[in-house]
């Protein structure tokens, strides 16, 4: 199950985050994010990368905890995709799947000529749709 999902802008600023938990471990996933962009951070400005790596947007598992697991994707523009999971055993061709659908309802939503660039995100179409792709996720469906 899907706990959180976030997007991040390139300066680490937080644009879109969505807790599909109670209210009390939205402060608690809210930290897990942040924690995560650390990851991120040492992943892609370390030089010892290959180019393959260089060029792949997903960044795998990123951050593990007892009870949840954090998995990256990141844009072109440096834009961080982050979920949070509750789920032990997900498959990375799912979380792929996962990502590609929520970057397509991001560039979907930042295309809106009312949207100001580097803002937070309050369409409501976005954030339907955003609950749509993680009510419709379970692992093994996507491919």
């Known amino acids: 199950m899907i ?3 976030a997007v991040v802008g390139h300066q680490n600023n937080p644009l879109y985050l969505q807790s599909f938990t109670g209210a009390d471990d939205a402060l608690k996933l809210h930290h897990i ?11 892609v400005n370390n030089p ?8 792949e947007s997903y960044l795998g598992l990123l951050y593990p905890t007892e009870s949840y697991k954090v998995y990256g994707y990141l844009s072109n ?4 995709f982050l979920v949070v999971t509750t789920d032990l055993d997900v498959k990375d061709t799912d979380i792929r799947s996962f990502f ?5 309802a991001y560039v979907d939503a930042v ?8 803002k937070k995100i309050i369409s409501r179409i976005f954030a339907a ?3 749509g ?3 419709a996720f379970a692992p093994g469906t996507y491919g």
């Not at 010892?48 to 060029?55: D, G, M, Y």
């Open 3 to 5: 706990a959180c999902v």
């Open 33 to 43: 994010v942040h924690c995560s962009l650390d990851v991120i951070d040492e992943r």
């Open 48 to 55: 010892k990368r290959s180019v393959i790596t260089l060029n």
């Open 77 to 80: 523009t440096k834009v961080k």
């Open 100 to 104: 590609r659908r929520f970057h397509a």
């Open 111 to 118: 295309s809106n000529p009312f949207h100001v660039p580097g």
């Open 129 to 131: 749709r955003v609950s």
């Open 133 to 135: 792709i993680v009510k």
